[in-house]
């Protein structure tokens, strides 16, 4: 404690995240090649989010932190108390991300809050030992069960757990194989386990895959539905997953698993989109509808994992053109879907009830819910 005061271990990996808009699904070594794409950094964006929540308690808390775009500079903008307890090279690595944790601990944080994906998580785990980590969300990738729902949820995560509101859950630290990842290969694995402050609502399942015969049959019930309203002439920006996958399948299309796609009038108009790729198809096509499938478990249909199909561009859409698919069991397992397209306005917009197509000229209604306006149960 610092005068009474709770410390929290705060740092950004500023490179988080920028892969996604430019299609690279994760940025791990690929920081420069994703800059010269035209990613801009989202990080230091998500953790001011949090962090100005977390400015109403600016009083009982003490940030210790790593100098510049790895914590400082968020800090300072938000006039919040703070020490600087390790200084990273001008070019962050995994190795910055290690020394400052290695630093919090040596000061006696109470609680590391990271601002990352998956790859950082892996990071902060790997030194955390005893002490429990949050995640803000901010990566490409997020399958570990770290994360809160949010940047405002992660404030709240933290700010109760410091209260000694909360109790610990021990949760798992997976990754993905980024090579095989971007070749259109899901390969999960298990790395870690740690301790993190749960609240049901507030935290990020980690991600589960669904698979079996019935689900199968679902899968091409929804296909072959798509298939047919998809004959209007309109261009089709089809998200990642097996449930859309199958759409593809279905048309004789080869679509990237994990990836975004555009597909008209039965032709592959545009593979692997790029957030400016698809904002350009706007530009050329007069109609343009979006289809997507809720993450499992999690429930997000934007804001994860998918990060071309950007807040721009769904304003420009239009929230009507919006299409949701899902299996009947998948749908059943998540007790609402959820929103983060990091504009606040734009995900009140989105929510409320939502059809989604679960078979042949099949649909249920589905609530929506903005996940920086999630309230603790």
């Known amino acids: 404690m610092a005068g009474g005061k709770g410390r929290i271990g705060f740092l950004i990996n500023p490179i988080a995240g920028m892969g996604g808009p430019v299609g690279l699904k994760g940025t791990d070594g690929l920081a420069e090649k994703a800059i010269a794409m035209g990613a801009r950094p989202r990080a230091m964006e998500r953790a001011r989010a949090c962090l100005d929540h977390l400015s109403r308690e600016k009083d009982a808390i003490h940030f210790l932190t790593a100098s510049g775009s790895m914590g400082e500079s968020s800090l300072k903008e938000c006039g919040l108390d703070y020490e600087v307890v390790y200084s990273p090279f001008p070019v962050t690595s995994s190795m910055d991300t290690i020394g400052t944790c290695q630093a ?11 601002c990352g994906g998956d790859g950082t998580a892996r990071d902060v785990a790997g030194i955390a030992g005893s002490t429990p980590i ?90 072959l539905f798509a298939s047919e309203f998809m004959r209007d002439g309109s261009a089709y920006i089809i998200g990642a997953g097996t449930t859309t996958s199958r759409i593809a399948d279905v048309l004789g299309i080869k679509k990237t698993l994990l990836g975004v796609d555009v597909v008209q009038d039965g032709r592959l108009l545009i593979r692997d989109a790029s957030e400016e790729e698809l904002l350009g198809l706007l530009d050329r096509v007069k109609s343009v509808k979006i289809i997507l499938s809720p993450i499992g478990a999690q429930g997000f249909i934007i804001g994860r994992g998918s990060q071309q199909i950007s807040a721009a561009l769904l304003r420009r859409v239009g929230l009507d053109n919006l299409i949701i ?44 819910l903005a996940a920086s306006r999630l309230k603790a149960l």
Request: glycine share 6%; aromatic share 8%.
């Open 134 to 223: 949050l995640g803000i969300p901010a990566g490409v990738k997020m399958h570990s069960g770290v994360f809160a729902a949010s940047p405002q949820a992660a404030a709240d995560l933290a700010m109760r757990f410091l209260k000694k509101e909360l109790n610990l859950r021990e949760t798992e630290i997976v990754d993905v194989d980024e090579e095989l990842y971007r070749a259109g290969i899901l390969q999960t694995r298990l790395y870690l386990l740690a301790k993190t402050p749960y609240l049901p609502v507030l935290v990020s399942e980690k991600k589960r895959i669904y698979s079996s015969v019935q689900e199968d049959e679902f899968k091409d019930q929804i296909a």
């Open 325 to 368: 698919i899902s299996t009947p069991h998948k749908l059943a397992e998540i007790p609402y879907l959820l929103v983060d397209t990091g504009d606040e306005d734009l995900d009140v917009a989105l929510a409320g009830k939502r059809q989604v197509v679960t078979g042949y000229r099949i649909a249920q209604m589905k609530e929506t």
């Open 104 to 114: 919090f601990l040596d000061k006696g944080a109470d609680l590391i809050l990271f």
